[in-house]
């Protein structure tokens, strides 16, 4: 193995990593309610209940869902924390079976402002994570816009003009990674909000905790990508992980358990949707071994 270990390297891992295992979590909060706006509706989250049922009124695989209540609850309306993050990220998918990169930062970026309130943790997390997402968004609307419009255009240009990083070679400063590499490690913990919001949604009372279910889901999804240290960090960010009962609360304030999690699986639908066309295209190119 020729690749010399730099010394200063953990600690940059550290710095780039730990936002984003901890944004994830505040994604999770995020999607679970933001799924609801969407589920084929696109924008308009009140106008979209195919043969005039409610909205909320889901069809889940996995447990009984008794939505007793009609009205959309606030946390999928324009307003709400979820639906104006799940709106953007729907809106990413676009019809040529890309991924546009504006909005999908957009949905991002309604993320971290979730985040932030949530406490001195998130907080923190959530200042590294804007860093991250500004540092793709610096690009998006730098002097080559052109061509970081959408994740196949960027994938190409930074192709042509050498801008990749070699597989699992990290740039010296995280700031300056490939657009390509800074989108792979937020799709990482975009795939990991995904599951954690999909598992409290859908969680047996009784059964395993939430912060122990989105631990689960972060060894399976984050964890092999990262360093000891930062894997220590995440461990210890998981024990402040809420409850399933505040998490859904969180997610979507007012409403009943039913539907609070009938929203988070929606909301863990619209991301898997854009996991699921990230990785796709990610692999297509090679580009998931980029870091
Ligand atoms: C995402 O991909 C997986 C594996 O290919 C598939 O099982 C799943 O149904 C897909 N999810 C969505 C929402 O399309």
Redo the contacts with the bound molecule.
């Keep these: 193995m020729g690749v010399a270990v730099r010394p200063t390297a953990p600690r940059r891992w550290f710095r780039l990593s730990i936002p984003l295992v901890i944004f994830a979590l505040l994604l999770l909060y995020l999607s679970a309610r933001s799924l609801g706006a969407r589920s084929g509706c696109g924008l308009g989250a009140q106008a979209c209940v195919p043969g005039g049922t409610a909205p909320f009124q889901v069809r889940q695989e996995s447990g009984p869902l008794e939505a007793p209540e009609r009205k959309e609850p606030p946390c999928l309306g324009p307003r709400g924390m979820l639906g104006r993050m799940m709106r953007p990220f729907h809106a990413s998918l676009n019809p040529e079976g890309d991924v546009g990169l504006s909005p999908y930062l957009a949905g991002w970026r309604a993320l971290v402002e979730f985040l932030t309130p949530l406490g001195s943790v998130f907080a923190f997390a959530s200042r590294e994570a804007f860093t991250t997402v500004t540092a793709l968004e610096a690009r998006v609307h730098g002097p080559d816009a052109e061509h970081y419009l959408s994740l196949v255009a960027m994938a190409a240009w930074e192709r042509r003009a050498g801008l990749l990083e070699r597989p699992g070679e990290a740039p010296r400063d995280p700031a300056r990674s490939s657009g390509s590499r800074t989108l792979l490690l937020l799709h990482r913990a975009l795939r990991w909000s995904q599951l954690c919001l999909h598992r409290v949604a859908t969680g047996a009372l009784g059964g395993p905790d939430a912060g122990a279910q989105c631990s689960d889901a972060y060894g399976a999804a984050l964890g092999p990508h990262h360093p000891w240290l930062v894997r220590q960090a995440a461990r210890l960010a998981f024990l402040a992980f809420p409850g399933r009962r505040r998490l859904l609360e969180l997610a979507c304030p007012g409403t009943t358990e039913a539907e609070a999690r009938a929203a988070l699986a929606r909301a863990a639908?619209t991301l898997?949707?854009v996991y699921?066309r990230t990785q796709g295209l990610l692999a297509e190119r090679s580009l998931l071994q980029l870091a």
């Design positions: 639908g898997e949707d699921n």
